[in-house]
T-cell receptor
């Protein structure tokens, strides 16, 4: 089966510019996650969708970050405007069920963002 | 709030040495516990998991036991190989939240 797809793989932008990342989860997976992984740290959950509804976005900086999952399939994460501290790898993951079911998350390759 | 603490790395071992990576957690409720691994140039992937106290997860020679009394989920392997060089992340899920530890980098030298 195809894995989680993400694009682009790399992105370099100037601060105050905007950027968007795309994720296509594994077919049939209801739950989709966006994580931010700063170098040397573990992934930090930004937002979690169940189908096209938001389950948790408590750590999403909503003044600059937004995400949507139209039709409950693929998803887009946007940053506008970007700051230097947004430099990180943005990971998308999907799972069949919610974490409460101890379901395995499948991760995409990530998008490495550099903000200059 | 819920949290995961891992031993700091990097850890460097010779091939065939024993490995233990410590992981402790703080959580309300009864979390499920995971070890994910990130090999160089690859994405994170599940290594093993345990869903209740005293469960043992195992895969690829790695083991971890869910210890509720010590709130721990230490990762162990009796004989590491060069191919085990990677970053290992302990994680918990509780009430539909997933929290990762900071990761422990392991380098195995021949």
């Amino acid at each position: 089966e195809a894995g989680v797809a993400q694009s682009p793989r790399y992105k370099i932008i100037e601060k105050r510019q905007s950027v968007a990342f795309w994720c296509n989860p594994i077919s049939g997976h209801a739950t989709l996650y966006w994580y931010q992984q700063i170098l040397g740290q573990g992934p930090k959950l930004l937002i979690q969708f169940q189908n096209n509804g938001v389950v948790d976005d408590s750590q999403l900086p909503k003044d600059r970050f937004s995400a949507e999952r139209l039709k409950g399939v693929d998803s887009t994460l946007k940053i506008q405007p970007a700051k230097l501290e947004d430099s990180a790898v943005y990971l998308c993951a999907s799972s069949f069920f919610l974490p409460a079911n101890a379901d395995t998350q499948y991760f995409g390759p990530g998008t490495r963002l550099t903000v200059l | 709030g819920d949290s995961v603490t891992q031993m700091e790395g990097p850890v460097t071992l010779s091939e065939e040495a024993c490995l233990t990576i410590n992981c402790t957690y703080t959580a309300t409720g009864y979390p499920s516990l995971f070890w994910y691994v990130q090999y160089p140039g690859e994405g994170l992937q599940l290594l093993l998991k345990a869903t209740k106290a005293d469960d043992k997860g195992s895969n690829k020679g790695f083991e971890a036991t869910y210890r509720k009394e010590t709130t721990s989920f230490h990762l162990e392997k009796g004989s590491v190989q060069v191919s085990d060089s990677a970053v290992y992340f302990c994680a918990l899920s509780s009430y539909d939240k997933v929290i990762f530890g900071p990761g422990t980098s392991l380098s195995v030298i021949p």
